[in-house]
């Protein structure tokens, strides 16, 4: 039996983590604390100016607290910031080839105010299952465990900083003639460039 891979559900995962997601059986980290710096709330698309950066507001506890638990961090709504990440795809995807393809399955997610983080990160994920037609891992832990047994532990995967190594084919991207291939971005890049043949080329990935 195939063991199962631990990730974080993170905010519009990118290619690397989407090709685990579709080829392997996961398991939700839903017990750990919330750490800055990380695809958790953040993800990397391309426009005209190269590679930018989707961050998502989050709405930090003071005082001695210190930690949070991930699945208890809420969003921060004081600015538009959904506005504003659906207007850059808009701006930056419109003349793909499968971008009006998915926008109205896409849409809702940036005009419904999901108060938990989490939760938002895991919605975006159902996107991508929809749109390859794959079914979502429902899994999660149970607890939190720093050296996990007969699992393999994929968490480091959210850390933005982490050189994860993989061999990535070029495909078409909208700025690519302006700024060459950019490697590992947002699934959305893929889907909007790619549209249904997306899924193929995530089963491509050979993930080391």
């Known amino acids: 039996m195939e063991n199962h891979h631990l990730l974080h559900p993170v905010y519009f995962p990118n290619v690397a983590t989407l090709a685990l997601i ?16 990380t695809f958790r ?72 105010k999901y108060e938990f983080l989490m939760d938002l990160n895991f919605e975006t994920i159902q996107f991508f299952c929809d749109s390859f037609q794959v079914t979502m891992p429902l899994k999660k832990s149970k607890n939190y465990q720093k050296t996990p047994l007969d699992i393999v532990d994929n968490r480091s995967l959210a850390i933005a900083k982490t050189n994860f190594s993989f061999v ?18 947002s699934g959305l890049d893929l889907l909007f460039n790619k549209g249904p043949e997306a899924m193929e080329y995530l089963n491509s990935i050979k993930l080391e």
């Open 168 to 185: 990535q084919e070029e495909y078409f991207q909208v700025f690519g003639e302006r700024h060459g291939f950019l490697k590992n971005l």
């Open 41 to 112: 709330n953040r993800c990397y698309i391309a426009t005209d100016q190269g590679k930018h950066m989707l961050n998502v507001p989050i709405k930090h506890i003071g005082g001695n607290q210190g930690r949070q638990l991930f699945k208890e961090v809420k969003i921060d709504y004081s600015s538009a910031w959904q506005k504003q990440h659906w207007k850059t795809l808009q701006t930056s995807y419109r003349t793909s080839p499968f971008f009006e393809y998915y926008e109205d399955d896409l849409s809702p997610i940036f005009e419904k």
């Open 22 to 37: 579709v080829k392997l059986p996961v398991i939700w980290e839903v017990y750990d604390n919330f750490q800055k710096q």
